[in-house]
T-cell receptor, first 110, second 114 residues
Framework: RKEVEQDPGPFNVPEGATVAFNCTYS??????FFWYRQDCRKEPKLLMS???SGNEDGRFTAQLNRASQYISLLIRDSKLSDSATYLC???????????FGTGTRLKVLA | DTEVTQTPKHLVMGMTNKKSLKCEQH?????MYWYKQKAKKPPELMFV???????INESVPSRFSPECPNSSLLNLHLHALQPEDSALYLC?????????????FGEGSRLTVL
């Protein structure tokens, strides 16, 4: 089983739709969680850190479920510019190992 | 507008060449990373330096040689590479210690080995 798993997609959704991605992780010692966005042939950029209580940034909401060992990302009112690959990243406290999921491709259609 | 700067952005080299990739950050981070990314795959960790000392080497072939001259700079020396080494090489930085926070990536150096 991979340490961090994501559905690779692609998710094709119309503009204005709400879309949700899940990511599961296998190591219960994992402590820090992030969602990164990566555009084609560009570097990953931090979208959101994920906090235990959940957090929201505009149209984006991230949730953490430690009991079930998954994190989620909800995108509301999708825009064409949201088309990208979304990478789930997990880090264990006290280590420099950031484990990347395979990424989920999102395509928002006009 | 990234705070981690990588040069060159593109590099084409033959299998007998020696070249170097460079990375610089001025965020005061004491952990710096090299990742390799192939198309449609996530980044793969190669090396980590913390406090200018090599902390992690993910069993990378010796034709890749990292160097951390000071807390702001990270180099990756390349020698006798193979065509399968063609990839996007990403430098990243973070805080060091127990709570490292998020990774900040440079724009990457796209390497083609002929």
């Amino acid at each position: 089983r991979k340490e961090v798993e994501q559905d690779p997609g692609p998710f094709n959704v119309p503009e204005g739709a709400t879309v949700a991605f899940n990511c599961t992780y296998s190591n219960s010692a994992s402590q820090s969680f992030f969602w990164y966005r990566q555009d084609c042939r560009k570097e990953p950029k931090l979208l959101m850190s994920v906090y235990s209580s959940g957090n929201e940034d505009g149209r984006f909401t991230a949730q953490l479920n430690r009991a079930s060992q998954y994190i989620s990302l909800l995108i509301r009112d999708s825009k064409l510019s949201d088309s990208a690959t979304y990478l789930c990243v997990v880090n264990m406290v006290g280590t420099y190992k950031y484990i990347f999921g395979t990424g989920t491709r999102l395509k928002v259609l006009a | 507008d990234t705070e981690v700067t990588q040069t060159p952005k593109h590099l084409v080299m033959g299998m007998t060449n020696k070249k170097s990739l460079k990375c610089e950050q001025h965020m005061g981070h004491r952990a710096m990373y090299w990742y390799k990314q192939k198309a449609k795959k996530p980044p793969e960790l190669m090396f980590v330096y913390s406090y200018e000392k090599l902390s992690i080497n993910e069993s990378v072939p010796s034709r890749f040689s990292p160097e951390c001259p000071n807390s702001s700079l990270l180099n990756l020396h390349l020698h006798a590479l193979q065509p399968e080494d063609s990839a996007l090489y990403l430098c990243a930085s973070s805080r060091a210690g127990r709570n490292t926070g998020e990774l900040f990536f440079g724009e990457g150096s796209r390497l083609t080995v002929l």
